[in-house]
């Protein structure tokens, strides 16, 4: 399906007493790519859209958990956070699970994991964030309390520049009818789904992404708390120098900004404060 413009685990944790939403058209329409699924996030059977040298393909990133405090914002699923999604869903398919337990579990699994979720569970710790929500690590946001957040992509599904590679933020996404398109249809009505949950941004493309929305009034810029650096390795120089664990005149790259990552840090540690 091609077109131009589209207008580690489940844990033990009962979400029988969670209020989620999963809408299963997409799942439905891709389900025997879901099953069949070996390992090729880029397989036809699961494209979207495509517009230039841009892709997206379908992975199961729709569930969303009503009872969430706080929305964690990212880019888009990558190809590793896709293809662990699409095995989980298959997985649970495969034992008898209904769709929406299949797109649960994948969501769970697939959200954020892989060696960038050690990243972002660091940073989050960094800054107070589990105190200010009521756990005592990170780590149990994405365990046992799983209820609390909910994940999410500002391109809610995976996007690729030039065949494989994941997308970055280049091209600009407000210059691209297929991505302006995507946030608009699938990452606006989910943040309005949640009314009274803060959001919190990854990295430079989801913050500038929410301020773009907030100006043209699409959210409330006062629910967004802050942002840090996004959590993929390739983004290690800047985490660590948010995280304090690399001494800044020992910074191998003039690009970082040391003295900006730090101030970003504050001012979320203030906001959550104050939250």
């Avoid at 909910?150 to 494989?164: L, N, R, W």
């Avoid at 407000?174 to 943040?191: E, N």
């Amino acid at each position: 399906m091609t077109t131009n413009t589209p207008h580690d685990r489940m844990t033990s944790h009962t979400w029988s007493n969670t209020i989620a939403h999963t809408n299963t058209t997409l799942f439905d329409q891709f389900s025997n790519a879901v099953r069949s699924f070996t390992g090729d996030v880029h397989a036809p059977s699961l494209r979207m859209h495509s517009e230039g040298r841009l892709s997206v393909s379908y992975a199961p990133f729709e569930w969303v958990n009503r009872e969430a405090k706080l929305i964690i914002v990212g880019i888009t699923p990558g190809a590793l956070q896709a293809a662990n999604a699409l095995l989980e869903a298959k997985r649970h398919l495969s034992t008898g699970a209904s769709d929406t337990e299949a797109i649960q579990a994948a969501k769970l699994t697939g959200a954020f994991s892989g060696p960038m979720r050690k990243n972002l569970l660091a940073m989050l710790d960094k800054v107070g964030l589990p105190k200010w929500i009521g756990v005592t690590s990170a780590a149990e946001l994405f365990e046992k309390r799983a209820d609390l957040i909910q994940t999410a992509s500002v391109i809610q599904y995976p996007t690729f520049v030039d065949g494989k590679k994941n997308y970055n933020g280049t091209p600009d996404l407000r210059r691209s009818p297929l991505l302006r398109g995507l946030v608009k249809d699938y990452f606006v009505p989910m943040i309005a789904s949640l009314p009274a949950a803060r959001i919190l941004a990854l990295g430079d493309v989801p913050w500038n992404t929410l301020q773009w929305l907030a100006d043209e009034g699409l959210i409330d810029r006062s629910r967004v708390l802050g942002f840090t650096p996004h959590p993929s390795p390739a983004n290690n120089e800047r985490i660590s120098c948010f995280l304090e664990t690399m001494r800044l005149d020992a910074l191998p790259s003039k690009k970082t900004d040391a003295v900006k990552l730090l101030q970003m840090r504050q001012r979320l540690e203030a906001a959550l404060q104050c939250a």
